[in-house]
């Protein structure tokens, strides 16, 4: 197997997977974006296709319309337990008293088919995030972290999935010291319980590290910590490009061979993230006591073959194609999709920048580093346009402002709005939006010839938990016709 890394490029942070014969499916966490957790699929490890949405319904989200940046769905684990697909995961309030444990909604779905459909959730309460599962033979665990600005925990209850009652949450452990504990998931090898979580918050600091007990039920003090902890750190590589390792799940391929996934990032030039957190893989050597990782982790360069796809919408039958993303959930009646290179956006007066309401938005994860998406836009009757979007604070996007005989192009970000050109309203204008590894570029095609709008770094859409959205938007009351969204792969 020649492994090209991430396996999963862009947003698709803290990646789960569970193997079910000769089949591999993985997911990832969405935060504040509809249809929530993403589920791939695959068969060698490193060809992926998304399959489904596990989350695909507003009724399985209850409260996404109330969160803002950095909350929604968080960390989701995905297991296989009894002919039936199992993934539980966290609904985040963030901007909630970290005090208050309405902070955290903890829930779990269930299929027979991973491309779904997927149930309705069942609620159970865990004082925190990350929760996971861990059957054994007469009972199901349930793990999760403590929220760590009020203490250090990792801790576990008994959970009765038919009704989602939970024991009182029993400490197991509080890792080896660093930063916010979290990500726990159980797994059993050779008569040992061991323990997997992160230390050290999401950035710079990310790690792995590992204790284990001969008794799930034990007290903290009869877990043992991996004598070599962290597992997998780049915190003490800082020149390398990968950076961040962290939040991983360990499983055994159908050759017994164990392998890791966890997120890292792409550090360009040391402050540029413009992939987001993206879902890595790499084999581990699992001969002894503890798994070893060899190190240092390289992301897989120039694999991507050049190419030009106009990728659809979706149809007026079936709805739009899977991996489309809106914040929060849309509104249905403002997305009106004509063919598969077609649809109508209308407007609001929410804006981009709004951090608790919804505007008329849908996009596609970026998936490459070096990349360019171009949309055509004709009967311009409202601002329309095209954004690399982050979330509400850090986005940068090409507008057109319809203006009595004329178009204005306008280059819209969270804090200011710049004019640029005025054209001929000929009710037709094609935009574009390239990236490289440190910087976004802005156009817009007058006839045959492109024009720059602006050219900015990537460091502004590099923070934050999530990765870019490429997509297209409208506000104002009335609409706007997109047609031909093309990603090219530079």
Not at 15 to 31: A, E, K, M, Q
Not at 381 to 386: F, H, P
Request: hydrophobic share 35%; charged share 20%; glycine share 8%.
């Amino acid at each position: 197997m020649t492994q090209n890394n991430p396996i999963i490029p862009g947003f698709n942070p803290d990646p789960s997977i569970c193997r079910v014969g000769n089949d591999y499916y993985l997911v990832t966490s969405t935060f504040q974006f509809f249809p929530g957790v993403p589920i791939y699929h695959s068969r060698d490890l490193v060809n992926w296709t998304q399959i489904g949405n596990v989350l695909s319904r507003p009724e399985q989200l209850k409260g996404l319309e109330r969160t803002v940046v950095n909350g929604g769905i968080w960390a989701p684990t995905i297991r296989y337990h009894d002919g039936k697909y199992y993934v539980i995961t966290t609904m985040v309030f963030s901007d909630m008293p970290r005090e208050d444990f309405s902070r955290w909604q903890n829930f779990f779905v269930s299929a027979t088919d991973p491309a779904g459909p997927w149930s309705d959730p069942i609620f159970f309460t865990y004082p925190g995030y990350d929760t996971s599962f861990y059957f054994a033979e007469n009972q199901v665990y349930v793990q999760g972290s403590f929220y760590h600005r009020i203490r250090l925990e990792v801790s576990q209850s008994i959970i009765d999935l038919k009704t989602g009652a939970t024991t009182t949450p029993h400490r197991i452990w509080s890792g080896t010291g660093g930063f916010a504990p979290e990500a726990p998931h159980i797994l059993y090898k050779n008569g040992w319980y061991y323990l997997v979580i992160a230390e050290g918050g999401t950035e710079f600091g990310h790690s792995v590290t590992m204790a284990r007990s001969k008794n799930i039920d034990a007290d903290e003090k009869d877990w043992e910590p991996c004598p070599t902890n962290p597992v997998l750190t780049h915190s003490d590589l800082p020149d390398e490009l990968v950076q961040c390792t962290g939040h991983a799940d360990l499983f055994q391929d159908t050759h017994g061979q164990w392998n890791m996934v966890f997120l890292a990032t792409r550090a360009y030039q040391h402050d540029h993230f413009p992939m987001g957190r993206e879902s890595y893989l790499v084999p581990v050597n699992w001969e002894g006591d503890w798994p070893i990782v060899e190190r240092p982790i390289k992301a897989s360069l120039n694999t991507s073959t050049k190419s030009v796809e106009i990728h659809p919408f979706g149809t007026p039958e079936k709805g739009w194609h899977i991996e489309w993303l809106w914040l929060r959930f849309p509104e249905k009646s403002k997305y009106q999709l004509i063919s598969e290179t077609q649809c109508v956006l209308t407007g609001s007066s929410v804006l981009l920048s709004d951090s608790k309401v919804s505007p008329t938005l849908v996009g596609l994860r970026q998936r490459h580093v070096k990349c360019r998406v171009t949309v055509d836009l004709n009967n311009i009757e409202t601002v329309a346009g095209l954004t690399a979007y982050l979330d509400c604070n850090h986005y940068h996007a090409i507008a057109i402002q319809p203006n009595n005989d004329t178009l204005q192009v306008e280059h819209l970000t969270s804090h200011e709005k710049s004019n640029g050109a005025v054209l001929a309203s000929n009710g037709s204008v094609t935009l574009a939006i390239e990236t490289n590894e440190t910087e976004f570029y802005l156009e817009y095609k007058d006839g045959e010839k492109w024009n720059r709008v602006a050219a900015v770094s990537s460091k502004d859409l590099s923070s934050g938990f999530t990765g870019v959205i490429l997509g297209i938007f409208s506000t104002g009351d009335k609409t706007a016709y997109f047609s031909n969204f093309t990603y090219h792969v530079l």
